[in-house]
């Protein structure tokens, strides 16, 4: 029974692994932000099948892939990167950690400059359609979770030149991966909202 | 139907209260316990039908508890001393018991449902008659629809049916949402921007048939009533040709100078066919004499009371938008007087 | 810390009279300092948990005084005592402060000063995040509140429909105020959730398995677990909204290609869930409570726990039964209407078991207990009223009348109001030490039972007799005039019933009977430690074997319990984070020390919505660069919470 165990078993002390309250937290976290996307992109596709114009679902005719899907993998690689940090702070590689966590900030970063550059070359704003609303309002919402992630990153990083974490001692790097790892998924799910449902014939 | 005649039988034993209440001395213009339809019928019999469900279910709950309260009372609590514990025998077998009687209820409520929905869901014979009405704040614009476009014709708040014979609606949302909501005939539909609803109803009888908006839609939500007059088909025929001719062009003097005023400063809003008061912001006055009411079901069309609406629609429906004119008494009279005219 | 307090085994004793040192050192370590200093930096969850209910209760009493205000209106037909737009926000306002700011905080608080009690722990799982929590309802409270002082509350009613709350309808600042006050209250409401969360998956007391938790804490967790998933959608609605109203866009603008029904799916998809989220833990409260005084275990513990996650779970398919009237095919119809009538069935469990365990029971009439019984009627009227409105060519009539108000008073007041009322007497005791005066309690009871049927029993026949909800006068001759009389006497019945229940509180904490720590002789852990308890809530981590701790002595139990015996956590503050469906201790928890971060954050953030309201964006900047410092400095890994690295044999 329980409290027989704990007589003998030495407990840690503190915040580790999947027992630390934190990271429990973070996977709320993350289901709640998860139903943000969810009912986000409920309204593109509620509000895709109203009766519109021709051509004018998506505004200005399908979507252009020529940096959204390169910026895609840019994303996916931050991730990967992320990876790789938890992956090195668990043989107690900090220096791996800190080149990992760096790299995965810096891409997010790359993410952000073409993300803007994706949004400046479209011909439409935000106050013209139903369409561009949702386009803008949609990535917009992502590209701010990204902008916290980038700071989470480099937060991190900092900690983590700083010599905070070890072998054992690294909740923060395991919560704040939970985290990006989630704002890379959930571009997954904006992305072929957005970039490839088009193609496949959700237009009008 | 089977459920019709058991709801008919059970009733005045079941609900001498309710009956009490709704055959009441005064009127009650808006109950939906009465239907006067074929589309409302059968769902008077299912409301009948799960009020009946519920009261039985209200009486036996409380009865329960009543018993279990007085059947074996402890001790009076002292606080802070220790009290004796029942042995905790599982009543398990009585919750099933419980849960399963209800659950059975349940899916016998759902497949009456489905029924009445199935009945009621379109209109079992084609309609006579298609009608567009469109919910604005906060008045009810209605087209008589036609095939024939000269034969369609706009008219407000008042909508003349043939009785016996299922009439279409088209429900159509002017600015905000409103519902469409005759209780004798029918249950409600709302008049939503961007959409266009169609629902149906019968009246069995000639008579007058009371309605009201019942999604809240702003300050005069309160005041946006309707009237559906059922007619014989032979009257409503000459209803509906008279509707189709402009009203006839004043004879009198002062007639004629209210209708100069009245176009210069109501014809914004307000149409009457014939004159160049063309307006489409404001109920259609065309045939203005003919309706029961005035300003969406406020007040009865009568001479005095058309004078009190124009001469201060603000202090009658504040937050109307039709505004006070500004008009001396002298005009004012004159305007009322073209009015009177529009037969 | 040096690197032998990164893991130990945890001692263990017995907790004895006159165990000076050890409850001193804890008092020590745990209690908050006093003054200011205290007030704004606590995170004990029982002071968090009594500001929840304070505030609560106060805004209780503001949404009364509303609805007497338009009560008088109403009283009789062809009223002028308030203007329809003065009618149409004070209408408003009732509904958001009595469901967003009253019935869900309400039941916050007490599941936040109980939660930590009956669950044998220290604290809640992210004691900054509760004050965090506190703080953030508070200030979204005052927002909301603050614009309604300058006649800028809501004038849409509490679900807002578009178009009417679009710009082009409703052209002053009211529905920008709503929406930000929403969306900063659903921040709140989503972290509190998942604090509560957490707490019931790590921080149950050694041996306390999934199957031993008291109900209360099943309600709030499967509450908070809704409100996880579906809090976002509304704080998407208002903020769509905000944006229709503020940048141009065109989500809800259907003459621009967007939907007016969107809203209403989006709304109602938190909405329904919404109206579960703030009755099951009240039905935990009875499900915990009326069994006390009935003196035998609730009946059929595992079907009620879960009933209560069952309810919940279809409580999401049902949101479309707010929308029979929109026009939708009867496909979706058929099928959202089965599920309204069939989402009963769980509450039927609920129902017969609390019924069969006062009638296999022997009951004690206190006052508590006279709530906790009246409640199941209540909830029996305002079920099968719900059950009539499932039925779609039934609701086609009675939707937007009286009869749906008097079915949404019959739940909120029947299944929110009685039981949270009947839980402040049977807890009053332990959060003051002093028991609530039962006489004046039996008058309270009766007031309050008498005028709530009296006020809203008849709002059901003038509902069947057409009257539409949410008009601000009506003509003579409806067959309204008597029934909207005595709604009108009935409510001011009920309030006087309320005035007495707030008497009673200030009476009796002041000269009420000392309650000692179990005045009921009640069965759960929280009663085993003094009233009030100490800051640190148990000198030794309790042990537990049973659903009745404080029972077993006569009714025994697979394994026994120990209240006062059990691990010894007093090398600052810590607690003990036990695995998910045993309990079995898995980790010891470094709890945080008091912090003015969360108070800070709440100014902060409400800085945000302050500068959005008024369209002062540099002060919206302002407010998100001081709210990224504050998480920073909060986030900041701590040696003293164990979240860094062990010191280096050399370093």
Known sequence: MANRRSLTTALPVGAIDTRATGWWAMIFVVFTEASLFAYLLFSYFYIAVQPHAAGSFPEGGLPDLTLALPNTVVLLLSSVAVGWAQFSIERDDSKRLCIGLAFAAALGMVFLIVQYFEWAQKPFTLSSTPYSSLYFTVTGFHMAHVVVGVVMLWALFAWSAMGYFNRVRYAHIHIGALYWHFVDAVWLAVFFTFYITPLLGMRS | MCNNRLTKTLLPYALPIWFALARPAVATPLDYLHAAGRKAAPVVALTWGVITISIVVIVIISVLLAGAIWRRPGSAAIPGSRLALEPPVEALNWLWLGVGIS?????????????????????????????????????????????????????????????????LFKLVGGDVIHSFWVPALSGKTDTIPGLTNEMWLEADKPGLYYGQCTEYCGLQHAKMGLLVVADTPRNFSAWWNH?????????????????????????????????????????????????????????????????????DPQGIKPGSLMQKPELSARELADVQAYLKTLD | ??????????????????????????????????????????????????????????????????????????????????????????????????????????????????????????????????????????????????????????????????????????????????????????????????????????????????????????????????????????????????????????????????????WQHLFWMFGHPWVYAIVLPAMGMVSDGL???????????????????????????????????????????????????????????????????????????????????????????????????????????????????????????????????GATYFWFPKFTGRLLDERLGRWNFWTMFVGFNLGFFPMHISGLLGMPRRVYTYADGMGWDWLNLITTAGS????????????????????????????????????????????????????????????????????????????????????IGTSVLDGEPEIILKMPRDSYAPFILSLTTTLIFIGLAFQFWWLAALGILGSGTDIVGWLWPERSLGETAEPTANG
Not at chain 2, 289 to 297: C, F, V
Not at chain 3, 220 to 235: D, G
Not at chain 3, 312 to 332: E, Q
Request: proline letters at 7%.
């Open chain 2, 103 to 167: 659950t059975l209820v349940l899916l016998f409520s759902v497949v009456w449902t489905m029924i009445v929905l199935a009945k009621v869901t379109s209109p079992i014979t084609k309609p006579a008659l298609t009608i567009e009405v469109t919910g604005r704040q906060w008045w009810w614009q209605v087209r008589y629809l036609n095939s024939d476009p000269d034969q369609i014709f706009s008219t407000a708040n008042e909508i003349h049916i043939p009785a016996g014979q299922p009439i």
């Open chain 3, 291 to 421: 069994p006390v005084f009935c003196r035998r275990p609730l009946v059929g513990y595992t079907v009620v726990a879960l009933a209560t996650v069952a309810t919940m779970v279809l409580g999401f398919g049902v949101w479309v039964h707010h929308m029979f009237a929109t026009g939708l095919p009867s496909v979706s119809l058929s099928f959202f209407s089965a599920a309204s009538i069939i989402i009963a069935v769980p509450s039927a469990v609920g129902v017969f078991a609390w019924l069969a365990t006062i009638w296999t029971g022997r009951p004690v009439f206190t006052t508590a207990f006279m709530f906790f019984a009246s409640f199941i009627v209540l909830f029996t009227v305002g079920g099968v009223s719900g059950f009539m409105t499932g039925s779609v060519p039934v609701d086609w009539q009675l939707t937007d009348t009286y009869f749906v108000v008097a079915h949404l008073h019959y739940v909120l007041i029947g299944i929110n109001v009685f039981p949270v009322v």
């Open chain 3, 1 to 262: 810390m040096t690197i032998a307090d990164y893991e130990r085994v945890p001692t263990v004793a017995v907790e004895e009279e006159g165990q000076g040192a050890l409850s001193e050192n804890l008092k020590r370590v745990w209690e908050s300092r006093p003054g200011i200093a205290g007030f704004l930096s606590t995170v004990d969850h029982k002071e968090i948990g009594l500001r929840y209910i304070v505030t609560a209760f106060a805004f209780l009493i503001a949404g009364g005084v509303e609805a007497l205000i338009f009560r008088l209106q109403l009283a009789w037909p062809g009223q002028h005592l308030l203007t329809p737009e003065q009618y149409d926000q004070l209408f408003s306002t009732h509904g958001m402060t009595m469901i967003f700011l009253y019935a869900g905080p309400v039941l916050s608080g007490f599941s936040n000063y109980l939660w930590p009690l009956i669950l044998g722990a220290r604290d809640m799982a992210l004691p900054r995040l509760n004050a965090l929590s506190y703080w953030i309802y508070l200030c979204a409270g005052i927002f909301l509140y603050a614009a309604f002082a300058f006649g800028f509350g809501p004038n849409d009613g509490w679900f807002n429909y578009v178009p009417y709350a679009a710009r082009a309808y409703n052209a002053g600042p009211n529905i920008d105020f709503y929406s930000l006050g929403m969306i900063l209250l659903g921040i709140s409401t989503t972290v509190g959730s998942i604090n509560f969360v957490v707490t019931f998956l790590r921080m149950r007391a050694p041996g306390m398995s999934i199957n031993r938790v008291p109900i209360l804490a099943w309600g709030t967790v499967t509450a908070s677990a809704a409100n996880i998933f579906a809090i976002p959608a509304v704080s998407l609605a208002f903020f769509l909204l905000w944006m229709d109203r503020n940048v141009g866009t065109h989500f809800f603008d259907a003459p621009a290609g967007g939907s007016a029904l969107l």
């Open chain 3, 492 to 575: 001011f019945l009920f309030a006087i019933g309320v005035l007495l229940f707030i008497v009673n509180i200030f009476k009796s904490y002041r000269t009420g009977t000392p309650a000692g720590a179990n005045p009921w002789d009640a069965p759960t852990l929280e009663w085993s430690v003094p009233s009030p308890p100490p800051p640190y809530n148990f000198v030794v981590i309790p042990t537990v074997g049973s659903r009745h701790p404080l029972w077993e002595d006569r009714l025994g139990a697979e394994e026994p319990s120990y209240p006062h015996a059990g691990l010894v956590l007093n090398k600052g503050r810590e607690a």
């Open chain 2, 243 to 311: 509707q189709l001719r402009s009203p006839q062009l004043p004879t009198k003097g002062d007639q004629w100078a209210g209708l100069a005023n009245f176009n210069m400063y109501c014809g914004s809003c307000h149409a009457v066919r014939g004159t160049s008061a063309a307006g489409m912001l404001g109920p259609d006055l065309s045939h203005l004499m003919q309706r029961h009411s005035l300003a969406a079901g406020v007040l009865p069309n009568n001479p005095a009371d058309l004078e009190r609406w124009i001469s």
